[in-house]
């Protein structure tokens, strides 16, 4: 099993910045890629970055050049930095981990973001 706990939402104007972090526990040893997902009201879970445990790194375009994800493998962390933050941001941001050797998706509680006009 693994855990996963994110942080650092919040409420922030447009143009603004936020910094989410997500903490893992449990077998991390069997963790893969680690993701960033957002869902928006109404809307679908859609995946915003990803980091392999080398350091790959995926955005989505609606987030590229603004968003950066990153990842302490020492810490077992990873953090999504969100830079010029527009209302179409506004979403809960959910943390997943995915284990190709057990074929599972976990996913963390979620933090909400804001951002206003």
């Known amino acids: 099993q693994v855990q996963l706990v994110e942080s650092g939402g919040g409420m922030v104007q447009a143009g603004g910045s936020l910094r989410l972090s997500c903490a893992a526990s449990g077998s991390i040893f069997s963790i893969n890629t680690i993701a960033w997902y957002r869902q928006a009201p109404g809307k679908q879970r859609e995946s915003v970055a990803t980091?392999?445990?080398?350091?790959?790194?995926n955005y989505a375009d609606s987030v590229k050049g603004r968003f950066t994800i990153s990842r302490d493998n020492a810490k077992n962390t990873v953090d999504l930095q969100m830079t010029n933050l527009k209302p179409e941001d506004t979403a809960v941001y959910y943390c997943n981990a995915h284990s190709q050797m057990y074929g599972l998706d976990y996913w963390g509680q979620g933090t909400l973001v804001t951002v206003s006009s």
């Open positions: 980091i392999t445990y080398g350091g790959s790194t």
